[in-house]
């Protein structure tokens, strides 16, 4: 079984930073990527940062330049540093992983939430 934990959410006024943080625990897996998604009020879920075992990333349109997505493999854990925060990135935001077992499974932490706001 794998678990994922998310810490970090909070209030946060217009341009503040956060640094969310989630850590994989389980036995017996290689991660292939780890990273984060959000989801707002009413909306979708949307991908906002991945980062795969080898240090590739990718991020949504919405955030280049003001998200960074890093890991510490040693330890199995994903941080999202969000800097220049806005009110539209209020949202729960989600830990992923891909886990390899025989096949790639998809793991999804609880979420934390941020509240951009004045």
């Known amino acids: 079984q794998v678990h994922l934990v998310e810490s970090g959410g909070g209030l946060v006024q217009p341009g503040g930073s956060l640094k969310l943080s989630c850590a994989v625990s389980g036995r017996g897996f290689s991660l292939n990527a780890m990273g984060w998604y959000r989801q707002a009020p009413g909306k979708e879920r949307e991908l906002v940062a991945t980062i795969t075992s080898d240090g590739s990333t990718n991020y949504a349109d919405s955030v280049k330049g003001r998200f960074t997505v890093s890991s510490d493999n040693a330890k199995n854990t994903v941080y999202l540093k969000m800097n220049s925060l806005k009110p539209e990135d209020t949202a729960v935001y989600l830990c992923?992983?891909?886990?390899?077992?025989?096949?790639?499974?998809?793991?999804w932490g609880k979420g934390t939430l941020v509240t951009v706001s004045s």
């Open positions: 992923w992983a891909e886990v390899q077992w025989t096949y790639a499974l998809d793991y």
